[in-house]
């Protein structure tokens, strides 16, 4: 027999075909209980009926009970607004509709009276309501013992076809009751004894009819527990199976290369937390499993000699080693000093992009297929096809953000075995993100900068400040000094960004003329060998200014400059700015960061600038761009959409995912199969859950 919970939400009353496609479509909803686990956002006390007079404070929910009258059309010929007035004893208040119009017009009966619940919005200095949500008023809903009501979410759509707030909670209601007793528990007693969670049938009920905010309270910390129990349990449940199943070429010695390395090439002590970090990759490399790890460090923290390290580490056991880069600048850049840092050790090493010719290209897939190179340095142009290693043991990933999963996949077809993969990261993630999106990664981190850095002082100037910065500007420049000016892409069009970068770099000329300076461009519609051109003229010290887009956000290593002008800086993502930030600071002199914007700025835009002014620690950004921009827009997150949690807030949660999962950590410690007694219920609601998307869980 099919569950009551099971049944489609088309059957429940006051649903129907029409509004259970909407539900479908707007919510995701085809069951009951898919319903039940759309929970309310927020809550208002519903006991408490506010007046039009009280209405003091922008984007605050209000429940009013009043008339609505002089309905009013705007716009000819056709309309495009309706306005109303709402009515009750202390005063009125514009009611506004932009949408649904025909049906906002029919819909008042003079004299009646309605609960308007909606939040108010300032307009000239006035408050009214945008698309409130109306029901006929009846004094019974206001039963006392159920004041606090949730508000759904709900879209223009789901209210237009009388799916409002209100509705749902009245269909939810009705399901409440019918299912009262169906409500399986899906965590083991140990587990809901140990952090004292309430019974999940209650905690359902609870949440979306409350008895008390003491209640609810208990309801969300029951639930928002096994939201993120079930996802902790997917991941280290995938790690497990993963780490299992799939073998690798254990790198058992540490071997000549290494050792000679270490010890007569070194061209400067390592730091604690590269060692450590370098340990911790070298144990995992000989256990036979295969490695996916992810190397997080944050910009020049010295990453490049790492990956150098653990490649010799490759060859030394008798394997070649790439390493791959987004960008063809930073391909070269990698090329250039792990050369530079090989220069006297017989490793051979070579460059593959998409500028390669074809000539050497044959000569380098000859020498890759008979194992005479040994490291292969390059772009994406290293995943193609026609690239057949004689023995690939492991490949790094630099900047990996830029990847897909499915790039990453292709290296494993390189070799029988899957080789080793380590992905290295500039971006700090956070300790949430690190615990849920990386969850199923192995982790190391570089949390500490080479010694003798100073911070780069970051400025934050209007543009009418201006004149002051290119003063400035020439004094660096006077000192020997080199600067970037970089310019985020602004329109729609890659035409339009390129005209905004050249009228930029045509003020620029004006401000430094030739030839007294000299300044350079690299943007993202050049042709490599130009974009190279200009970049050597600047590595050469002959351009004292380079004007670029953000191609120069990853990776790029000019110790000389020291200066990075950031235009329109509000437009960039707060670790996008910290990224740009880290071109500079490089060598021994201060260095600066110059934040340049327009004097109005959004809330937001102010906040960024004073994080990039206030902080250097890249954690610190990557909170409070978290905080900012929520899980899916953060930068390093692997698949937006993939975070969203119905009630989990990764901004606020790290406690509570810690906990989670060292619970489930223990749990599967114990029992990993789930095959106790008492885990039997974690099991069923596991494989209900994840189902569909075992079986390609275990490549990501
Ligand atoms: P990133 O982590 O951003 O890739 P890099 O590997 O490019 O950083 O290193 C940044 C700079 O710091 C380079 O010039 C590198 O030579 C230098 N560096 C790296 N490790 C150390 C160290 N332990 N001591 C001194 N300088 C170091
Ligand atoms: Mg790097």
């Given at each position: 027999?099919?569950?009551?919970?099971?049944?489609?939400?088309?059957?429940?009353?006051?649903?129907?075909?029409?509004?259970?496609?909407?539900?479908?479509?707007?919510?995701?909803?085809?069951?009951?209980?898919?319903?039940?686990?759309?929970?309310?956002?927020?809550?208002?006390?519903?006991?408490?009926?506010?007046?039009?007079?009280?209405?003091?404070?922008?984007?605050?929910?209000?429940?009013?009970?009043?008339?609505?009258?002089?309905?009013?059309?705007?716009?000819?010929?056709?309309?495009?607004?309706?306005?109303?007035?709402?009515?009750?004893?202390?005063?009125?208040?514009?009611?506004?509709?932009?949408?649904?119009?025909?049906?906002?017009?029919?819909?008042?009966?003079?004299?009646?009276?309605?609960?308007?619940?909606?939040?108010?919005?300032?307009?000239?200095?006035?408050?009214?309501?945008?698309?409130?949500?109306?029901?006929?008023?009846?004094?019974?809903?206001?039963?006392?013992?159920?004041?606090?009501?949730?508000?759904?979410?709900?879209?223009?759509?789901?209210?237009?076809?009388?799916?409002?707030?209100?509705?749902?909670?009245?269909?939810?209601?009705?399901?409440?009751?019918?299912?009262?007793?169906?409500?399986?528990?899906?965590?083991?007693?140990?587990?809901?004894?140990?952090?004292?969670?309430?019974?999940?049938?209650?905690?359902?009920?609870?949440?979306?009819?409350?008895?008390?905010?003491?209640?609810?309270?208990?309801?969300?910390?029951?639930?928002?527990?096994?939201?993120?129990?079930?996802?902790?349990?997917?991941?280290?449940?995938?790690?497990?199976?993963?780490?299992?199943?799939?073998?690798?070429?254990?790198?058992?010695?540490?071997?000549?290369?290494?050792?000679?390395?270490?010890?007569?090439?070194?061209?400067?002590?390592?730091?604690?937390?590269?060692?450590?970090?370098?340990?911790?990759?070298?144990?995992?490399?000989?256990?036979?499993?295969?490695?996916?790890?992810?190397?997080?460090?944050?910009?020049?923290?010295?990453?490049?000699?790492?990956?150098?390290?653990?490649?010799?580490?490759?060859?030394?056991?008798?394997?070649?080693?790439?390493?791959?880069?987004?960008?063809?600048?930073?391909?070269?850049?990698?090329?250039?000093?792990?050369?530079?840092?090989?220069?006297?050790?017989?490793?051979?090493?070579?460059?593959?992009?998409?500028?390669?010719?074809?000539?050497?290209?044959?000569?380098?897939?000859?020498?890759?297929?008979?194992?005479?190179?040994?490291?292969?340095?390059?772009?994406?142009?290293?995943?193609?096809?026609?690239?057949?290693?004689?023995?690939?043991?492991?490949?790094?990933?630099?900047?990996?953000?830029?990847?897909?999963?499915?790039?990453?996949?292709?290296?494993?077809?390189?070799?029988?075995?899957?080789?080793?993969?380590?992905?290295?990261?500039?971006?700090?993630?956070?300790?949430?993100?690190?615990?849920?999106?990386?969850?199923?990664?192995?982790?190391?981190?570089?949390?500490?900068?080479?010694?003798?850095?100073k911070a780069v002082e970051t400025i934050h100037l209007f543009h009418s400040q201006r004149l002051r910065m290119i003063g400035f500007l020439k004094k660096q420049i006077a000192l020997g000094r080199q600067i970037y000016i970089v310019y985020p892409l602004i329109k729609e069009s890659e035409k339009l960004d390129l005209i905004n970068l050249m009228e930029g770099y045509d003020a620029l000329l004006r401000d430094f003329p030739e030839p007294e300076y000299r300044i350079c461009m690299v943007h993202g519609q050049?042709?490599?060998?130009?974009?190279?051109?200009e970049?050597?003229r600047f590595?050469?010290g002959q351009a004292h200014i380079m004007v670029a887009t953000t191609v120069i956000e990853?990776?790029v290593?000019i110790?000389n400059a020291s200066v990075m002008v950031i235009e329109h800086a509000d437009r960039f993502g707060l670790s996008q700015l910290h990224q740009l930030r880290g071109r500079v600071g490089r060598g021994?002199d201060q260095s600066y960061c110059i934040l340049m914007t327009d004097f109005k700025l959004t809330a937001d835009g102010r906040k960024r600038m004073q994080t990039m002014v206030s902080t250097s620690?890249?954690?610190?950004i990557?909170?409070?761009?978290?905080?900012?921009?929520?899980?899916?827009?953060?930068?390093?997150?692997?698949?937006?959409?993939?975070?969203?949690?119905?009630?989990?807030?990764?901004?606020?949660?790290?406690?509570?995912?810690?906990?989670?999962?060292?619970?489930?950590?223990?749990?599967?410690?114990?029992?990993?199969?789930?095959?106790?007694?008492?885990?039997?219920?974690?099991?069923?609601?596991?494989?209900?859950?994840?189902?569909?998307?075992?079986?390609?869980?275990?490549?990501?």
């Amino acid at each position: 027999m099919i569950s009551l919970l099971d049944k489609k939400i088309e059957f429940l009353k006051g649903v129907g075909p029409k509004k259970a496609l909407i539900l479908q479509k707007e919510l995701g909803v085809t069951t009951f209980e898919d319903l039940l686990f759309c929970f309310p956002f927020r809550y208002v006390d519903k006991s408490k009926i506010h007046l039009a007079s009280e209405i003091n404070d922008d984007s605050v929910y209000y429940q009013l009970v009043g008339t609505v009258g002089n309905v009013r059309s705007h716009g000819v010929p056709r309309a495009t607004r309706i306005t109303a007035d709402f009515t009750d004893e202390s005063g009125s208040i514009e009611l506004v509709w932009f949408k649904g119009l025909s049906w906002v017009k029919n819909r008042f009966i003079p004299g009646q009276r309605y609960v308007i619940f909606g939040k108010a919005s300032s307009f000239n200095n006035k408050f009214n309501f945008v698309h409130p949500d109306i029901e006929d008023y009846n004094p019974d809903d206001f039963t006392i013992g159920e004041s606090l009501q949730g508000v759904y979410n709900t879209s223009e759509v789901m209210k237009n076809n009388g799916l409002g707030t209100k509705k749902l909670a009245q269909l939810i209601k009705n399901i409440l009751f019918l299912s009262s007793g169906m409500f399986k528990e899906v965590l083991p007693v140990s587990i809901l004894k140990a952090h004292q969670l309430i019974a999940r049938e209650e905690a359902i009920f609870q949440i979306h009819l409350p008895s008390s905010a003491d209640k609810l309270q208990k309801a969300i910390e029951r639930l928002k527990f096994e939201e993120y129990f079930f996802f902790q349990l997917h991941l280290l449940r995938n790690k497990l199976e993963h780490d299992k199943v799939v073998k690798s070429f254990p790198f058992t010695s540490v071997g000549h290369l290494f050792n000679d390395f270490f010890h007569h090439h070194l061209p400067f002590p390592l730091t604690n937390a590269q060692k450590r970090v370098i340990r911790e990759i070298r144990i995992d490399l000989g256990s036979g499993r295969q490695m996916n790890r992810l190397l997080q460090g944050d910009v020049g923290s010295g990453k490049t000699i790492v990956a150098l390290m653990v490649m010799l580490l490759a060859l030394d056991n008798g394997f070649q080693a790439a390493l791959m880069a987004p960008t063809e600048i930073l391909a070269n850049q990698h090329f250039a000093s792990i050369s530079d840092l090989l220069r006297n050790m017989p490793v051979k090493v070579a460059l593959l992009t998409g500028s390669t010719r074809a000539k050497d290209r044959k000569v380098l897939h000859q020498a890759l297929n008979d194992g005479s190179l040994q490291l292969l340095i390059g772009t994406h142009a290293l995943i193609e096809d026609t690239v057949v290693f004689k023995q690939l043991g492991l490949v790094i990933i630099d900047e990996q953000h830029r990847f897909g999963v499915a790039q990453r996949a292709r290296m494993y077809e390189k070799s029988d075995m899957p080789p080793h993969i380590l992905v290295m990261t500039a971006t700090p993630i956070p300790r949430t993100l690190a615990m849920t999106q990386y969850g199923d990664l192995d982790y190391s981190q570089i949390d500490e900068m080479p010694p003798g850095r100073k911070a780069v002082e970051t400025i934050h100037l209007f543009h009418s400040q201006r004149l002051r910065m290119i003063g400035f500007l020439k004094k660096q420049i006077a000192l020997g000094r080199q600067i970037y000016i970089v310019y985020p892409l602004i329109k729609e069009s890659e035409k339009l960004d390129l005209i905004n970068l050249m009228e930029g770099y045509d003020a620029l000329l004006r401000d430094f003329p030739e030839p007294e300076y000299r300044i350079c461009m690299v943007h993202g519609q050049m042709k490599a060998e130009d974009k190279d051109f200009e970049m050597q003229r600047f590595v050469k010290g002959q351009a004292h200014i380079m004007v670029a887009t953000t191609v120069i956000e990853v990776g790029v290593n000019i110790p000389n400059a020291s200066v990075m002008v950031i235009e329109h800086a509000d437009r960039f993502g707060l670790s996008q700015l910290h990224q740009l930030r880290g071109r500079v600071g490089r060598g021994a002199d201060q260095s600066y960061c110059i934040l340049m914007t327009d004097f109005k700025l959004t809330a937001d835009g102010r906040k960024r600038m004073q994080t990039m002014v206030s902080t250097s620690d890249g954690f610190k950004i990557a909170e409070v761009d978290l905080q900012l921009r929520g899980p899916g827009e953060t930068q390093g997150t692997r698949q937006s959409g993939a975070l969203e949690f119905k009630l989990g807030n990764l901004a606020k949660d790290e406690h509570l995912i810690r906990l989670v999962r060292k619970t489930v950590t223990e749990l599967l410690e114990n029992d990993n199969r789930l095959q106790q007694y008492e885990n039997q219920c974690v099991r069923i609601q596991y494989e209900k859950l994840f189902k569909k998307q075992y079986d390609w869980s275990m490549i990501g």
